[in-house]
Structures are given as C-alpha cells and as structure tokens.
C-alpha cells in the first residue's frame, strides 16, 4: 500500500489565484512529520513547508500552508496567489519515528501549470 | 556559500562499467542521502547514512554502494548489477537542528548505453 499519496498528475491554475495540491498518507506511528517539496524543471529539490503530527497549528510558510487535517490523513499544500514560477513538480513526503529512522517516503508527484 | 554539491551534472557510460556519483557537503549536517528518481516517479531512497562510518540500505539497494568515510562525502556507486541504472541520482543532507528538513544537491542525470 502506498504511504504517500498525490492523487493529481497534473494541474493547470491561472495565474494569482489560490492552488490546492493534495495529499494523503498512512502511517500507524503517532509521530511523524510531514514536508512538500518544489522541484522546478532545473531538477533541484527545494524544501518548502514541514508539518509534526504533534503541532497544533497548521504550518504557514510566505504563501505556503498545508492544510493538516489529522483524522483524514491529508495533508495538502495550498499556494496562495500563485505566481508563474509556481511552475514545477511538487512532492508530498512523510517521515516516520522521527529520531529513530532517518527514511522520507516521497509521493509520486503533482505537476503544476501555472497560465498567465 | 553552505550547500551540496554533486558532479557531473550528466554523465554518460557503457553498460557493464561501474560509476561513481559523488557528493560533497560543507553543512556540517550528519546525515547524507542517496535517492534515485525515475521520469513521472517520486524520489526512491537508495542508502542513507547518519553518522560517518556507518550507512543503512533504503528501499532500492541492489546494484549499488556506498561509503562514508568523511562526514563531507558521501559517493554513490552504480555497480553493473544495477539492471537499469539510467536515471536522475539526488543527494540529500539534514542536520540535527532542522533534522526533518532535507538540503537537496542539484543531482547527476546517470545515461547508460
């Protein structure tokens, strides 16, 4: 069963408005934490947002915030007046056992299309 | 400036010969990785190691190797057990402060032939 999952391939917003990016993970462990990724078509993998299954509030970062709904097991990212270079791929990652085991289980990917 | 870097950029070989992706890092991080990514795919996790002398296989070992000698560098090699090592190599690295946040290097496209 996959840990991670992203549910759209592929996603085309016009520009300045607000983008929703899903994800969905399964994990029996109480302690985990949850990351989006950028990764632009350069390849590099840029950290964007963290979230701890233990932290109250949701995670904002500038015109990121993942949206963390614990009981339904998702975790989506929302990009808030999206810019062009929102273009790019997008990862939902978790990591599990924080402390004991180093491993991040990445999603397989949500491409976004960002129209002027 | 602090960062990952790894070289080549592209690296092409012949099947059969052995490769070596490398890695170095001046974050002062403990942890290294090596994930493997395929077109469409998510980022496979290949070895991890969190301290220096010491390493862990992840989900896709088989057909590679690894070594940690300094705390700087962590190389990858591609063995020619690997059945299809064509793909985009990345190297990772976390600290102890931010440990659930990973610094990616720009990775190494791997074409065999």
């Known amino acids: 069963a996959q840990k991670i999952t992203q549910t759209q391939p592929g996603m085309f917003v016009q520009e300045k408005e607000a983008v929703t990016l899903d994800c969905t993970y399964d994990?029996?462990?109480?302690?985990?934490?949850l990351f989006w990724y950028k990764q632009p078509s350069s390849g590099e993998m840029i950290f964007l947002i963290y979230q701890g299954s233990y932290d109250q509030q949701n995670a904002t970062e500038g015109r990121y915030s993942l949206n963390f709904q614990k009981a339904r097991k998702s975790a989506n990212l929302v990009i808030s007046a999206s810019q062009l270079g929102d273009s790019a791929m997008y990862f939902c990652a978790m990591r599990e056992a924080l402390g004991r085991d180093d491993k991040i289980i990445f999603g397989k990917g949500t491409r976004l299309h960002i129209l002027p | 400036d602090g960062g990952i870097t790894q070289s080549p950029k592209y690296l092409f070989r012949k099947e059969g010969q052995n490769v070596t992706l490398s890695c170095e890092q001046n974050l002062n991080h403990d942890a290294m990785y090596w994930y493997r990514q395929d077109p469409g795919q998510g980022l496979r996790l290949i070895y991890y190691s969190q301290i220096v002398n010491d390493f862990q296989k992840g989900d896709i070992a088989e057909g590679y190797s690894v070594s940690r000698e300094k705390k700087e560098s962590f190389p990858l090699t591609v063995t020619s057990a690997q059945k299809n090592p064509t793909a985009f190599y990345l190297c990772?690295?976390?600290?102890?402060?931010?440990?659930?946040?990973?610094?990616f290097g720009p990775g190494t496209r791997l074409t065999v032939t």
């Open positions: 990772a690295s976390s600290g102890q402060s931010r440990p659930y946040e990973q610094y």
């Open positions: 994990t029996s462990d109480p302690s985990y934490g």
